[in-house]
């Protein structure tokens, strides 16, 4: 069982590694997050959970120095949704489609050594499969499954 790893944001800014029993900087923050490890970061003052806030602080860092992930135009789109009714759709889309990523990159990780073609034939099936289902999903969450389904009955 994973337990969860508590780093504690003083009111002077300061995060603080309870495990480690000592002050950490947004850069050990960042290789936590890169080593998987599970962690929440918290205010001393309120409990409140700022591990969202501070996930974005590093994200701005990492957007600010070399090459953005991010462009202007799809960060423009994002804000958009905000408010709509299909924010929380989205942000499901798009979870659902990292850890789809994460995936693949991990099944091709594992597919070293083996035959190069059958290995990206395989992921390109699994992929249409996946993406079929995930979009199916979308669909209906957005209540547009029966659309879709009379539009296939009529051809």
Known sequence: MSTIRII???PNRRLYDTELSRYITLTDIREL???GT????VDTNTNEDLTRSILLQIMLDEESG???L????MLSQIIRFYGGTVQGILARY?????SMFVQQQEQ???SVGSDPVT????MAEQNMRMWADMQKNFFKAAGLASAGKRKKEEE
Not at 38 to 41: G, N, R
Not at 70 to 73: D, E, L, P, V
Not at 94 to 98: C, I, M, W
């Open 33 to 35: 997050v890169m080593s």
């Open 38 to 41: 599970d962690f929440q970061v």
């Open 70 to 73: 991010f462009s202007a135009k």
């Open 108 to 110: 091709l990780n594992n």
């Open 8 to 10: 504690k944001k003083y």
């Open 66 to 68: 070399g090459e953005p």
């Open 94 to 98: 798009l979870e659902e489609s990292l």
């Open 119 to 122: 290995a990206i034939t395989n």
